[in-house]
């Protein structure tokens, strides 16, 4: 049994949206999600928005403390801000140096915490719980890039 998404599914689900809030707001929804995700770094403020709803979620997901969040060597936290900044450059296209900033670290921190994040996510059975909070991050990330109200 194949359990892989494929546009047959992406179909359905385009179709229960449009079903539920039309098809001129399922199109600004999607104009909306387009434009955040490729012009985030221009609006330094929405930019600041975006990470700090990031760190949140992913720090309530973690189950994390937050006045450790940025600084702990504990391997959840690290797991933690391996994921922000995966998620930050994948769908925000923020660089290496920015996210750095935000996490008072250096680019080559996010850049090798970003690989090991991606090596971690090609092994789904050895990093299940990883995954499944990755996963989960990443789902309410997306929802609130694509919030036709942000």
Sequence with gaps: M???PNYRDL???IDQ???KIGLEKMLKLLDNFINNTTTISQHGGKEKLIVEYLKQITITVFDLDESQFLGSKVLEYKEARMVAYTLLRNHCNISHAKIGV????TK???LYFRAKCEDMLSI???H???I???NEIEENFIQFLGNPHF
């Design 124 to 126: 789904p059975q050895f």
């Design 128 to 130: 299940r719980s990883f």
């Design 132 to 134: 499944i909070k990755y």
């Design 17 to 19: 949206i449009i079903g």
């Design 102 to 105: 935000y996490f008072n670290t």
């Design 11 to 13: 179909q359905e689900k």
């Design 2 to 4: 194949n359990n892989q």
């Design 108 to 110: 080559y921190s996010v």
